[in-house]
């Protein structure tokens, strides 16, 4: 796969190709500053998935929808369902904080998200953040953040329904309503139920430890609700939950294909309220809980895991600049069968953190400057402060100059420290440094961006080869990205290319000698391209994923790959739609986990309702 090495280069001329195009209005985000702000004014290399995008990419996990993306790459151990990972600029899974709707979603065990428990049906749309994010999200935001937002309602009531069915028996159904009452809008509401189901495929390949001859399905129910309603005087209240449920299949080598199925359930929930005590001063006060339970068939461990959050934050328009402050708390709890009961329990069951942040922003001229701090006490752990300043210049209404610099850390998990299995209660907690310096274009529907970055972490946690968690001497990501979007007539060109050196260093006790080499699961180099072809009312999508070699926990090699998808859609009325897809065209073999094998070919296609 060397020879994708050289798609820098198309990557950026596909984008600087820019023609002229009418200003397009500023796309709002909130992730990157905490507060809504002009994409262009994060100073963050910041990236949006939409509604439609979401639709139209036609994949089963979230982990695939993300690897399309520049800075991300993925690692899953069969189909749907199955455990995943994500690796944000060469750093881990649990170096990456996600919320839901402003609320953490994290396995307070592993310090993982556990996105494979998650429906793309019920997410209305995604924003992702990249570089050390601590100063703002406090613990794990060492390679960035993932925000996913689920459906909220407006205008007058809209039905949404969708229905599809595909290879490996796979079907999918959702269907939802949305808008708002009262005088004015007053009340805002969303409600949506799906349903997937597949019987998968052989997951595993011959010759792996963990092989077994079956296919590995997965089914899921679903359900997303929100509630927003106006108490006048700018004052609003509201809340959101998201509940995912189900049940899947797996393969490995402490089990057999009868006894190999788990089930799982993960929920996230919050309320708030908002409001402006003066017209330069805008405060939230918001509660949010998250819990991910699962167990399994095979044998006794059935975790239930518990994050509760409280936050208030403060927003303030000064004659110069603008103030962000606030308080945060985060209690995180395990429970279930076989964690703190049976002859194995985990030596602590509960852990609070508790937060302050601010943070500054001001404008001279074209140039625009931010300044971050947050200070977190981990109890058991102890204390850490973190900071960020970011600086923007923008030399004329399309082209910005920014960079930055940033410090991270990450507390040991509950994994870390206090499983009877391989854990360590000697660990240190994880701390960062990362900078990074980027060019952007942006004009009407192009885009086109580049951005080098640097991240450095000391006292790095990884597996060592009998799967303890050690303290690395160091661990260390260098690299650059490219992002590009470019329409020419009735085709929008779209690409990605990430280049890195994503390595670790620690001291061999037993050798007296450095040992250094390539961090697991995370490659030196990646891509992707993509095009929608849009003749008419039809679309015709083509997408092609690459990723380069990588090495694994255990010192195995996994080969590097790429992948071609095409997708479809068009209409049958003003509100009906047709839409198909093709997974992995070629029917490759390729893996991004060792033994583990990806989605072969596979065909999907459907009908959904979408009043216009």
């Known amino acids: 796969m060397s020879s994708f090495k050289h798609l820098a280069v198309p990557v950026a001329a596909l984008a600087m190709a820019a ?20 994409i262009e004014r994060t100073l963050s290399d910041v990236t949006t998935i939409d509604a439609e995008q979401i639709s139209n990419a036609g994949v089963s996990s979230v982990t695939e929808l993300l690897r399309s993306l520049g800075g991300i790459e993925i690692a899953q151990t069969g189909g749907a369902g199955s455990i995943s990972g994500i690796f944000v600029r060469g750093t881990k899974t649990a170096q990456t904080v996600v919320l839901v709707d402003g609320v953490r979603l994290e396995n307070p065990t592993s310090g993982t998200p556990n996105l494979e428990f998650l429906s793309l049906s019920l997410i209305d749309h995604i924003e992702i953040v990249r570089g050390p994010m601590s100063s703002l999200y406090g613990s794990g935001a060492i390679g960035g953040v993932i925000q996913i937002f ?5 205008g007058p009531a809209t039905p949404t329904f969708s229905v599809g069915a595909g290879s490996q028996r796979t079907s999918r159904v959702q269907a939802g309503i949305s808008g708002a009452a009262g005088e004015q809008g007053s009340t805002r509401y969303a409600l949506s139920v799906a349903g997937d189901r597949t019987d998968g495929y052989d997951a595993t390949l011959p010759g792996s430890p963990n092989y077994q001859a079956d296919n590995d399905g997965n089914a899921q129910r679903s359900v997303t609700a929100s509630l927003r309603q106006a108490l006048g005087a700018g004052w609003e209240a509201g809340a959101n939950l998201m509940s995912v449920s189900g049940r899947v299949f797996y393969d490995d080598a402490f089990s057999t294909p009868e006894t190999a199925r788990m089930q799982y359930r993960s929920s996230a929930a919050s309320t708030f309220l908002r409001g402006r005590p003066a017209a330069d001063w805008e405060t939230e006060f918001r509660l949010g809980d998250t819990r991910i339970d699962y167990s399994f068939d095979a044998f006794t461990f059935a975790p239930t895991v518990d994050s509760l959050t409280t936050a208030w934050q403060n927003r303030i328009g000064l004659p110069v600049g603008r103030l962000l402050f606030g308080l945060e708390q985060l209690r995180q709890r395990i429970d279930g069968e076989g964690v703190v009961t049976g002859p194995y329990a985990y030596l602590k069951d509960a852990r609070r953190t508790d937060s302050v942040f601010a943070g500054y922003e001001f404008a001279l001229g074209r140039h625009l400057v931010r ?6 006490r981990v109890e058991a752990v102890g204390s850490e402060p973190t900071g960020t300043i970011a600086w923007g210049y923008r030399w004329t209404p399309d082209w910005l100059l920014r960079a930055s610099a940033g410090s991270a850390f990450r507390a040991p998990t509950f994994d870390d420290l206090y499983n009877p299995f391989g854990s360590n209660p000697l660990l240190k907690p994880e701390l960062s440094r990362g900078a990074e310096a980027a060019i952007e274009y942006r004009r009407a529907a192009t885009l086109f961006k580049s951005t080098v970055f640097t991240s450095r972490i000391s006292d790095a946690i990884e597996l060592d080869a009998s799967f303890t968690p050690q303290n690395l001497d160091s661990a260390r990501v260098d690299g650059v990205s490219f992002e590009g979007r470019h329409r020419v007539g009735a085709v929008s060109l779209r690409g990605s290319a990430t280049f890195q050196n994503p390595r670790g260093e620690h001291f061999d006790a037993a050798t007296g000698e450095v040992v250094s080499g390539q961090l697991a699961r995370r490659a030196r180099h990646y891509a992707s391209l993509g095009a929608d072809w849009r003749p008419g009312p039809l679309r015709v999508g083509v997408e092609w994923v690459a990723q380069g070699p990588r090495v694994d926990s255990d010192g195995s090699t996994i080969a590097g790959y790429g992948v071609l998808n095409l997708d479809a859609s068009a209409p049958l009325s003003r509100q009906w739609e047709a839409f198909g897809r093709v997974g992995n065209i070629g029917d490759k073999v390729y893996e991004t986990a060792y033994g583990y094998r990806m989605p072969p070919r596979s065909l999907f296609i459907g009908v959904r309702y979408r009043p216009r």
């Open 19 to 38: 023609h002229v195009h009418a200003q397009s209005l500023n796309q709002v985000v909130i992730t990157a500053t905490r507060d809504e702000r002009p």
């Open 150 to 154: 689920t459906r909220q309602g407006s």
């Open 371 to 376: 300044l971050q701090w947050r200070y977190d």
